[in-house]
């Protein structure tokens, strides 16, 4: 079935610190690949999302490009900011006959003034 | 107001009483899902629902019952609460199996069992 490693936190960074968080999946074919964020106390949010190989999804200044030959979808950005402080979590949508989509365990970022 | 809403936001309760958390969507999502956030467990699906009368369990559905006699609404009732459950609680909702559009997530339901 599908499965999706993240890498552990939680990340500390300074401000304007370049953002690396790593995802790699394993699943059947060329699935959507989705990136979430949790701020502190909501529910998660649909970041940003990729549909096929190279392609790039971008927001609010994240972006990830889905390698399938490296079957990985980091996350990144150049400049974070206090407010980015969140949980991050990757995900797969359902395979083959499921419709439970797969989450990884997600990986806390935390930025410092 | 459209979206998915969750109630309670808080809640405390003592050992051994029944307590349900509501979830209701405002888009007519056929899926439906309820997960806890416990910390190092990351998020565990209870149970989940294809549409209306379609429910099934989850990785940890022991202790809870979920109903769902409209498509808006997923009720979710902890039987008999024990200090175990005391999470966050999550619904979340998708159209089409959530394959190209993603899912939506409420602001969660803080439980603490006493």
Known sequence: GNSVTQMEGPVTLSEEAFLTINCTYTATGYPSLFWYV???GEGLQLLLKATKADDKGSNKGFEATYRKETTSFHLEKGSVQVSDSAVYFCALP???GSYIPTFGRGTSLIVHP | DAGI???PRYKITETGRQV???CHQTWSHSYMFWYRQDLGHGLRLIY???AADI???GEV?????????KTENFPLTLESATRSQTSVYFCASSDRAGANYGYTFGSG???TVV
Not at chain 2, 61 to 69: I, L
Request: aromatic share 10%.
């Open chain 2, 109 to 111: 339901t803080r439980l």
């Open chain 2, 55 to 57: 429910t099934d369990k």
């Open chain 1, 94 to 96: 359902p395979s083959g």
């Open chain 2, 20 to 22: 349900t958390l509501m």
């Open chain 2, 5 to 7: 809403t969750q109630s």
């Open chain 1, 38 to 40: 949790q701020y502190p």
């Open chain 2, 61 to 69: 559905p022991d202790g809870y019952v979920v109903s769902r006699s």
């Open chain 2, 48 to 50: 989940y629902s294809a």
